[in-house]
Antibody, heavy 122, light 108 residues
Framework: VQLVESGGGLVKPGGSLRLSCAAS????????MTWIRQAPGKGLEWVGY????????AYGDSVKGRLTVSRDNAKNSLYLQINSLRAEDTALYYC????????????????WGQGTLVAVSS | SSELTQDPGVTVALGQTVSITCQGD??????ASWYQQKPGQAPVLVLY???NRPSGIPDRFSGSSSGNTSSLTITGAQAEDEAAYYC???????????FGGGTKLTVL
């Protein structure tokens, strides 16, 4: 299993960014996937998840309305669209594999990528 | 504020046993998962479910749960166990996920 994030960078406040996570080594469409972020020197924050078929999504309260999780199973790729970027969105963004059953199961986040850094500054 | 509460820091002497706790209402219904994060590295799953370790995680890592508290116990802590540990479970609803604030483990 391998997860590789990309798309991070320096963005001005109010801007937008699309992060990608390329997955390999497993049947991507069978798994819920999730995004987790970590601000510099801070703890982990769950951002959002998406079901294997893309029909079930949920978001953390601090990002709801500005972030959109999506996936392309044909490309084995997960995405995170971030709009109206704020300074507090500055963080390392990780994608992680959840389980096939998502919130209806008891699976952990068993594989993580190395993260992609988003910095929001004028 | 996090819906899962962890002590910010815990210290253990080399070779001794240490428990890291995680408290939250959701833990009465759901198990916690535990992740280890060393500086500059991505988190790694070390424990999940009732007391399950992924392949490659030493058996000195174990877990338990009682009421609203889940615990990660390291029996015979090693220098390489020095890291931040995060618990994770459900939040205010079944489809809402949350992490604890993290516990920095120092091994002396």
């Amino acid at each position: 299993v391998q997860l590789v994030e990309s798309g991070g960078g320096l963005v001005k406040p109010g801007g937008s960014l699309r992060l990608s996570c390329a997955a390999s080594g497993f049947s991507f469409s069978d798994y819920y996937m999730t995004w987790i972020r970590q601000a510099p020197g801070k703890g982990l924050e769950w951002v959002g998840y998406i079901s294997g078929d893309g029909n079930t999504l949920a978001y953390g309260d601090s990002v709801k309305g500005r972030l959109t999780v999506s996936r392309d199973n044909a490309k084995n790729s997960l995405y995170l669209q971030i709009n109206s970027l704020r300074a507090e969105d500055t963080a390392l963004y990780y994608c992680a594999r959840w389980g096939p059953r998502g919130y209806s199961g008891y699976d952990p986040f068993d594989y993580w990528g190395q993260g992609t850094l988003v910095a929001v500054s004028s | 504020s996090s819906e899962l509460t962890q002590d910010p820091g815990v210290t253990v002497a080399l070779g001794q046993t240490v428990s890291i706790t995680c408290q939250g209402d959701s833990l009465r219904s759901y198990y916690a998962s535990w992740y280890q994060q060393k500086p500059g590295q991505a988190p790694v799953l070390v424990l999940y479910g009732r007391n399950n370790r992924p392949s490659g995680i030493p058996d000195r890592f174990s877990g338990s749960s009682s009421g609203n508290t889940s615990s990660l116990t390291i029996t015979g802590a090693q220098a390489e166990d020095e890291a931040a540990y995060y618990c994770q479970s459900r939040g205010r609803s079944i489809n809402h996920l949350v992490f604890g604030g993290g516990t920095k483990l120092t091994v002396l």
